[in-house]
């Protein structure tokens, strides 16, 4: 039982994941993490597949073994928010009680962001090492 409830729970946040890429007032990454981490107790065939995922991989590996996210990764995440919410929020959305409920769920998206832990930056030398 526990093992249905944590898949389906993964597919939950990857599908809210998958709407935060597209939906600037929901955020990606903590969902895609929550996704990985469901999938890591429930499904070996769904969280490698998360993790070799060319977009979600990385994250989800700086994640699962330094529990930090890249400044990269915050920094798309953020930008995104602010440029297509801040585009969604001035031109799309006309009632001023929904701009405000946008602005604070992308706030709250942003605060989540940045609250997680940002890896520290690697040397040219353990980047070099890691490419080869």
Known sequence: MKRILLLTA??????????????????????????AGCFAQSSERWHQWLLNNKYAGPMIKDWEENRCVSWKTK???LTSMAVVGGMSVTLALDVMLNRVVA???????????????TCPAKSDASATTEAS
């Open 10 to 35: 993964g597919f939950i946040f990857l599908g809210l994941g998958a709407l935060g890429a597209l939906l600037p007032v929901l955020p990606t990454t903590p969902f895609l993490l929550l996704a």
């Open 75 to 77: 920094f798309v995440a």
């Open 103 to 117: 602005l604070g769920l992308m706030g709250l998206g942003a605060m989540t962001v940045l609250s997680l832990p």
